[in-house]
């Protein structure tokens, strides 16, 4: 949908209706820099601190791709600027960018559909957190969860640690974002960006859409450790079992699969708050196949839970074997992915530059 507030300006010039030109040049001029208005915008990011594992993609990766082909704008970054939050070693961290690159475009992220981009390339979203943190308060940032969890293992907090759900707020205001895919743990930073957008606005003049969390299954998106299902799979856990990467070859996948904590019960019940192991190993297989749990325990009600471990690392082999093969292919020519990223970082630069001008103008930093 185009909307064209010059258009109405001009129409002026052919009314008498002086009261109606009034509210146009007004409506005009609070909207100015917004005269194309995008009917749907998606935008997320992924910080590139290691390989997807199966918890990125079934709590994000997969949605992404449902959103890229239902049309519309969909913009997704690597943002490793939100990595160095904690030490990063450069050579390593500059690979995890490449690699999340190659592992989006292998689950299905097309750089002709979507727009794909380093973060740390388009220099408006540091401009445009700075001008975002003067308008939030301390108060409200130490109260958001992630900041309590990963602060709480920590002697000295980084500063950038405590500011990172502003730097999100800017991402996603950056581009203008009408829907946010994120899981339910991140549903707070979006309700502070909604925040921030409404305050901006009503000091400035309506700049920003107020985005929508798009928050997935809960199931789906809370994959479970393999070695402690009280918690979510993640990139930051140290035991490397705990999780299934996409790249895993089939015999790390399975040595991770029957080396996953069940409990000293043989029968495959799918109980997750009394056997939250084997259950966990349910709810993986069911995600693979698109089996209801309870089908699935009746279908292997015959065998103990050691050889149902050989069964789930079988469907995950055979589903990552095309994901795990392409992301191989596409690691093998940085290049490509390198000009991916750039031509997915001039894209990202277009839009931000066209919103971060706005803002200057209607906060005072260069002429109306």
Not at 130 to 138: D, E, N, P, Y
Not at 194 to 203: E, P, S, V
Not at 339 to 367: C, H, N, P, Y
Request: aromatic content about 8%; proline content about 4%; hydrophobic content about 35%.
């Amino acid at each position: 949908m185009i909307v064209s507030s010059r258009f109405l300006v001009r129409s002026c010039n052919h009314t008498r209706n002086s009261s109606l030109c009034r509210l146009i040049r007004m409506w005009h001029k609070d909207f100015r820099g917004l005269t194309t208005v995008t009917s749907r915008r998606v935008f997320s990011g992924i910080q590139p601190t290691g390989s997807l594992h199966l918890g990125n993609y079934f709590g994000a990766v997969q949605k992404w791709v449902e959103l890229q082909n239902l049309g519309g704008d969909t913009i997704f970054s690597i943002v490793d600027m939100h990595s160095i939050t904690l030490p990063q070693d450069p050579n390593v961290l500059q690979n995890n960018v490449l690699k999340v690159t190659a592992s989006l475009i292998a689950c299905g992220i097309d750089p002709e559909k979507s727009v794909i981009f380093q973060q740390s390339k388009v220099s408006q979203h540091a401009e445009l957190c700075w001008v975002l943190g003067c308008l939030t308060t301390m108060a409200r940032l130490a109260h958001l969860p992630q900041f309590k969890e990963k602060s709480a293992t920590l002697k000295e907090v980084p500063l950038g640690l405590y500011l990172y759900p502003v730097l999100q707020c800017a991402d996603i205001l950056l581009y203008r974002a009408t829907e946010v895919p994120v899981g339910e743990d991140q549903v707070q930073h979006l309700q502070l960006a909604q925040h921030l957008a409404k305050a901006f606005n009503n000091r400035f003049g309506y700049t920003f859409p107020i985005p929508r969390a798009v928050v997935g299954d809960t199931n789906v998106c809370r994959v479970k450790s393999l070695r402690d299902p009280s918690k979510k799979m993640s990139k930051s856990d140290v035991d490397s079992k705990s999780r299934i990467d996409l790249c895993d070859s089939p015999e790390i996948i399975l040595d991770k699969c029957q080396k996953a904590l069940t409990d000293f019960q043989s029968a495959i019940t799918f109980e997750p708050e009394h056997r939250a192991g084997v259950s966990n190993l349910i709810s993986i297989h069911s995600l693979f196949t698109g089996q209801e749990p309870c089908n699935i325990c009746k279908e292997y009600s015959d065998i103990d839970t050691g050889k149902y471990k050989l069964v789930v690392a079988n469907v995950i082999q055979d589903y990552l074997k095309p994901i795990r093969e392409r992301t191989e292919k596409l690691m093998a020519d940085p290049l490509y992915l390198q000009e991916i990223l750039e031509q997915g970082s001039r894209k990202a630069r277009s839009m931000a530059e066209e919103t971060w001008q706005d803002v200057r103008k209607r906060i005072g930093f260069s002429s109306q």
